[in-house]
């Protein structure tokens, strides 16, 4: 198994959340979240912290893929349309990658293909390799 599949499986948060990696590759990840009751905020829509961990999570994958340890310096959000059931999809591709830094651009979809939101981050690339 790949590296950053690895690396994923050990995201006992993203577990806990219910969130899926569908796809990996150099770069790149794709995953998806089956909304329930839990995710609900107190108006009944997927409350944004959940929206955030989804497309954190990606993120967080594909700046990883690489085999060296990437941790997040900075992350924003912009929160498009709000989602009340169904299922959330989120794709991260790599924007810039140097040897100390990593940016990314993370795309969250509901099932109809409509932007919910759009999340930015950058890495700090360390020298260690991804520990599995």
Do not use: C, W
């Amino acid at each position: 198994m790949e590296n950053s599949q690895l690396f994923s499986k050990n995201d006992t948060f993203a577990d806990h959340v219910g969130i899926e990696l569908l796809e990996v590759s150099k770069g790149k990840a794709k995953a998806k979240l089956e909304i329930t009751e839990k995710h609900l905020n107190s108006f009944k829509t997927v409350h944004g912290g959940v929206i955030f961990s989804l497309a954190d999570f990606v993120f967080a994958v594909a700046a990883n893929s690489h085999g060296t340890v990437a941790m997040a310096i900075n992350v924003s959000i912009s929160y498009m349309k709000a989602v009340t059931e169904g299922t959330l999809f989120a794709e991260a591709g790599e924007v810039s990658l140097n040897p100390k830094l990593g940016t990314y651009s993370v795309s969250v979809t509901d099932e109809r293909g409509d932007l919910v939101a759009t999340f930015q981050g950058m890495t700090y690339r360390k020298k260690e390799k991804i520990p599995v």
